[in-house]
């Protein structure tokens, strides 16, 4: 890999790794210092501004003790009985009781009667205190250092990962105890704010190095936004709106006074969509305001007043990042399948807190709060069980397509054609939000082409050649778990919708493991009881390959 700069590669030791920059990774780091370990974490951006967190405000999931109870029956509901009771439990409890940390650190909540109202956070505020305190624990942090790759023991444990640094123009290697793969989800680079960094970089690379996904069908979220602008996707302020087509005759869109999921896909497969958010009082318009703020600027950059006038709207692709897919977790640490190799926040499947439905927003916010200390406190007692000589272990990268050629010939792939023909394939709506057995198979069938085409030389000129090589490879193989899975859920439930399967099937209570590389699989993990929460049991496989 990106061999002319080797020779002047930086390398590192650390008992923990952390992989990515937002506040999964930052709240793993901290728990894994907190731990005594001696931690560096590496980002694709600046750890601190890069990420969907950073990018705007957000509501947590974090309701107060009395409240707990209907929160968590709440979420199980939206989870039609594939989110785990106990793991609901887990999340609310530990983010209530972690929020206080952040304001000692020195980030200012709003407060009422005198009382802090922990219950949202401005992200870029939020996202420096992190970065302020993590420094001052002695973190390492790599800015603008994407890892590309993880380094395996010959025993098969995690052993550190290796990447390049865009600023120095050279590669690095960090050997450590234990890694935590806190790098996101998978948006597609779908230009969703914040969502641009997130390639699906860390699924490629934990099922490369032996590691499964799960509850990867759920990685089709779309979310409304301006057609003018189509990046900020915060949909609150739609609640208020009114739509009509291009020749102003009005659509619905509501039921029982709630806005339709359903209904925005559906109008846009006829013909342009327009809205008006003419149905807020002055107090909601007072209230989105402040906590939407985000949402507006386009508006105002385009000198429009949304109350008044009509705006065309669009649908964005978030794919898992407000999904649910991701490295499938084994246990309450947050390990993985692979020895060392520990998941949070996007990046590992959110399947016992949302089932198949959307966790975007609060519940994924408590998400990033919770999981992130729980692997990174299991990453540093793995770390420290391996004693003093772990960074004495022989060990190998396991990277492979958009890193490493598997073909004879000398041509390289172009990676940005390569992003385009996955986007073909999982932006339209009548492709990827409405599914069926056809048009999966003819949508696997092309991005099996795609993923040949992946396994010829990548074009390794620049350390962004590496970066983007690696990304073009990393988006096809999401793509290609996403669909594979989806093809296999026969039912609708929650964010899979199979239009040729429009019921939920109450028998297919299981989450679907996936994993492979050339060769796809699929394994139903069975859940006992789902009422009790237990955690599934692995009773029956379901594999194949794309014909």
Known sequence: MLRVYSENELQLNADVLVIGGGPAAAWAAWAAASQGAKVIIVDKGFLGTSGAAAASGNGIMAPTPENWDKVLSERYRLGKNLANLRWIERVIEKTWLSLPLVEDWGYRFPKENGESVRQSYYGLEYMRVLRKTLLRMGVQILDQSPALELLLADDGSVAGARGVQRQKHCTYTVRAGAVVMANGGCAFLSKALGC????GDGLLMAVEAGGELSSME?????????????????GVPFGWASYTDEAGNDLGGYINGRRDPSFLPNALLKGSVYARLDRATPEVKAVIERSHFIAFLPYKKAGIDPYTERVPVTLVLEGTVRGTGGIRIVNDSCATKVPGLYAAGDAASREFLSGLASGGGGPNAAWAISTGQWAGVGAAAFA????????????????????RSQS????????????????AQMFPLEKNYWRCEQGLLDSLASLETLWQQVQANPKQDTVRDVEFSRRAAALTAVARWAYFSALHRTETRSEHIRVDYPKTDPNQLYYQATGGLDKLWVRRDWIKDAMSGDKPQNVKVVAGAIS
């Open 196 to 199: 641009n960094t997130n390639t």
């Open 218 to 234: 759920a990685s089709n979220h779309y979310a409304i936004s301006t057609a003018f602008n189509a990046t900020v996707t915060r």
């Open 384 to 403: 420290k069980s391996l004693g003093a000589h772990a960074h004495e272990r022989v060990v190998h990268p396991v990277g492979q397509a958009g890193l």
């Open 408 to 423: 004879s010939t000398f041509e390289t792939f172009d990676s940005e054609e390569i992003v385009r023909g996955v986007q």
